[in-house]
C-alpha cells in the first residue's frame, strides 16, 4: 500500500484480508481499539476509523458492551423470476414453494406520472396513475419492498379485484406479451434501512421491472431486495 495512503487502510486492508479468507470467521471477536493501536502501531483515532469503515462495508457488527464480531453470512436464497407470473404475488409464492411462510401488506394511493414513470410507461407527465406500495415479511421479518404504478383504469380496487396482474390486464383485453427486468445493486435510502432492518453496509438489489403488451408498458414496478439474503435467478429458454 502507498505510503500515502491514510493509515487506518492498513487496519482495514488486514482485517478485511483475514475474514475473506477464513482467518476469522462469522462470529469471531475483532481485536478492540486498544488492541488495534498496539497491534498495528497506530493511533486511537485510525482504530476507531479503520472499525467504522469495516462495519460500514458490512463486515463487522458492533454490540453495545462488548465489542466488534465478524458479521455472519446468512445463505443466500434464489428467487426464481420466471416462476409464479400468475400469481398476484409471485415473491411471495416462490418463497412459499420452498416451505417459507410469508404474509405480506399492501396500500394504494393515487399520484401522477412525472417525468420517469412517464418514460417508463410512455405516458404523459400528467397522466393519472395509481400506485402501490406493498412489503411482504417472513416469519414477522421485512424481506423484500415492491412499489408499483399502472394506469389508474387498470387497477385493482378491492380484495377480491386483487387477482395477478396478468389477469387484472386480460380482464381489460389486453395480453401481457413479456416482462422486462433491468437489476442494480445500489445503497439502500435511510427508509429502506429501516423497513428492511438492513444490517450496515448491506446493499440492495433494485430491480425495474415493467410488463408490456406488444409495444405497449402497461405496468412498471420498483422492487427493492436486501442483497445479504437473496440471489436472483433467471431462466432463458433455447
Known sequence: MATSDPVYLRVVEDIRRQINDGSLPPGAPIPSRAQLTRKY?????????????LAGEGLIIGRVGSGHYVRE????????????????????????????RVTWDWHSEPTEAGPDLARRL????????????????????????????EPREFAAHSEEERRSLVARMYAHGIKITEIVESVHTRIPRPAESD?????????????????????????????????DRFRITYSMPV
Not at 41 to 53: D, I, M, N
Not at 195 to 202: I, Q, S, T
Open 195 to 227: 423497513a428492511l432492518d438492513l444490517a450496515a453496509g448491506v446493499h440492495v438489489l433494485h430491480v425495474e421491472r415493467t410488463h408490456w403488451a406488444g409495444d405497449r408498458p402497461v405496468e412498471t414496478s420498483d422492487i427493492v431486495i436486501p442483497g
Open 41 to 53: 502501531q497506530v493511533g486511537e483515532t485510525a482504530a476507531r476509523h479503520a472499525l467504522r469503515v
Open 73 to 100: 453470512r446468512p445463505d443466500l436464497t434464489s428467487l426464481h423470476r420466471w416462476r409464479f407470473l400468475d400469481h398476484p404475488a409471485p415473491f411471495a409464492a416462490d418463497l412459499q414453494s420452498q416451505g417459507r
Open 122 to 149: 410512455r405516458i404523459g407527465e400528467s397522466t393519472a396513475l395509481t400506485k402501490t406500495r406493498y412489503i411482504f415479511r417472513g416469519d414477522g421479518r421485512p424481506l423484500q419492498l415492491a412499489t408499483s404504478y
